[in-house]
């Protein structure tokens, strides 16, 4: 019985019995660009060389026991004290096959990953989203911006590298009569805070408590 349906009872693979028979499967068509094969909860992973990946999710895409043919997602995962320190995965789907299989490769945040948006027309937003975040790199994607965060932001979020405050700054100046950037200015108000009681320390007082206050 297939490791996936028996997990899932929902996807099975042509003509794959298990665990052995799919890391098979996949050698077969992907050759020695397979580095290695995992499985988790029900769902099916190959780890590849991370200049490989165009020509991997080519001959998945284009496999007739396969027919890999839609790109669901691209995100990254950050393993910091790894030297390889990015796991960048691409789910892709299989309509025809009903199929899902994750592939994975790793980047250092300094070596770009090959872009597959000539493979994926999709993945121009996806791999734009991986960068703003992580600051993954993609090689020849023509629209490499951000898309998430604001052009004046500094550094990428879910690396957890920047200041809580930030850098800049944006208003509307009628002075001006456009956007402008700013230094970031915190109230010394505003830096003081009790985190034991957020109430402490404050004048509010709840209508018809006035007496309780005095």
């Known amino acids: ?11 099975s693979w042509p003509a794959v019995a298990g665990l052995d028979d799919a890391e098979a499967k996949l050698r077969a068509v992907l050759g020695d660009a ?13 780890i ?13 895409r284009d496999d007739t026991d396969l027919r890999f043919n839609q790109l669901i997602d691209i995100t990254a995962v950050d393993y910091p004290e790894r030297p390889e ?13 009903n199929l899902r ?36 790199l993609f090689a020849g994607n023509a629209d490499l911006r951000r898309i998430l965060t604001d052009y004046g932001f500094e550094g990428h979020p879910f690396r957890k590298d920047f200041p809580l405050t ?3 700054e944006l208003r509307y100046s009628e002075e001006h009569k ?27 007082v709840l209508p018809g408590d006035e007496k309780a206050k005095s």
């Open 1 to 11: 019985m297939s490791l996936v349906a028996a997990t899932t009872g929902s996807y």
């Open 34 to 46: 397979v580095l290695a094969v995992t499985a988790h909860a029900g769902e099916i992973g190959i």
């Open 48 to 60: 590849v060389p991370r200049d490989s990946i165009a020509t991997v999710l080519t001959a998945l």
């Open 85 to 97: 320190r990015f796991d960048v995965v691409y789910q892709l789907l299989s309509m025809a096959k």
């Open 101 to 136: 299989l994750s592939v994975t490769v790793t980047s250092d945040g300094r070596a770009p990953v090959p872009s597959v948006t000539g493979l994926y027309p999709v993945a121009g937003w996806y791999e734009r989203e991986t960068w703003d975040m992580f600051g993954v």
């Open 166 to 168: 930030g850098h800049v």
């Open 178 to 204: 456009r956007v402008v950037y700013e230094p970031v200015k915190l109230a010394q108000d505003f830096r003081n805070f009790d985190f034991l009681s957020p109430w402490e320390g404050t004048d509010y």
